[in-house]
């Protein structure tokens, strides 16, 4: 169950998935070391059909390798909002982070671990990348909550103290032999996941499925070279249903279903001419 905090002014109405914006979600990264995941995530946010980009304190320049690995995606990145450190000072830095907090309804943070705070020996267990979604989609008013996720630098992640700070931390199951995942690909998962809620994606171009029709003409060409094949009695049938069973779960297209057919005939018509040479 998600609960969201009052830190903005929303209000609660209930938004079905068809008018979910993805204006509302934001992508926080701290304080990233390499400038190919920076541009390799902006691209991540506009291919799942996201907008926002906050980089804190970035460990390094972005500049025309991150544009490289953005490719199209050049106006996320240009649009990114930079937010530095005033200070070397942990203490500081965290209200740095607090503020930033306060902007959304609701933190993720992002954690390849069971995170434990040694000091007040309180465990934190993340939750499951799939429970997390299940959970958001009941959210009441979703669509007016701003809600920003959190990923931490390529070479440890998270501090505790941000970690201590989120509203809840998500996970993305992986292998146990290499748990991290590279910190544009766990963006990408996430986003993947995320986007499933909001109508933004999809195949690109549709299929011409064959009509009905079509199906049925292929369907009755199979019947017909199962009966020239003195297939037995016995077998005529289950064999008729489990071809019928392939065709509807292949959601075969026209062209597919077109050229199958071609075969079926040409073997149907080979095997009624051999027939006629035997009997003639």
């Given amino acids: 169950m998600i609960f969201f905090c009052s830190r903005t002014n929303s209000r609660d109405v209930l938004m079905d998935s068809n008018s979910r914006s993805t204006e509302s979600i934001y992508v926080v990264l701290v304080e990233p070391e390499k400038e190919g995941n920076i541009g390799s995530v902006a691209r991540a946010i506009k291919n799942f059909g996201f907008k926002h ?19 199209h995606a050049d106006d996320v990145l240009g649009d990114a909002e930079i937010i530095p450190y005033d ?13 930033l907090f306060k902007r959304f309804d609701m933190v993720v943070g992002t954690t390849c671990k069971i995170f434990k705070d040694k000091k007040r020996s309180v465990h934190r267990i993340p939750s499951i990348i799939d429970d997390f979604i299940i959970d958001l989609k009941n959210v009441a008013g979703l669509d007016q909550k701003k809600i920003a996720i959190v990923f931490g630098k390529e070479s440890s992640g998270l501090p505790n103290s941000i970690l201590m700070a989120v509203d809840l931390l998500v996970t993305i199951p992986s292998s146990t032999a290499y748990a991290s995942l590279n910190l544009s690909h766990a963006v990408t998962v996430f ?11 999809g195949p690109r171009g549709d299929i011409d499925l064959a009509p009905k029709l079509q199906r049925d003409v292929l369907l009755e060409q199979f019947d017909e070279l199962i009966q020239l094949t003195r297939t037995p009695s016995h077998r005529v049938e289950n064999t008729s249903k489990s071809f019928k069973s ?35």
């Fill in 53 to 71: 980009l906050i980089i804190v304190n970035p460990l390094i320049e972005i500049s025309e390798e991150a544009r490289n690995y953005a490719v």
């Fill in 87 to 99: 200070s070397e000072d942990e203490a500081s830095r965290l209200v740095t982070i607090q503020e």
């Fill in 191 to 201: 986003l993947y996941e995320l986007s499933k809620m909001y109508d933004v994606v």
């Fill in 246 to 280: 392939v065709v509807s779960r292949a959601r075969i297209s026209r062209r597919e279903c077109f050229l199958l057919l071609g075969i079926l005939r040409t073997a149907v018509d080979m095997i009624k001419e051999n027939e006629k040479s035997s009997t003639g």
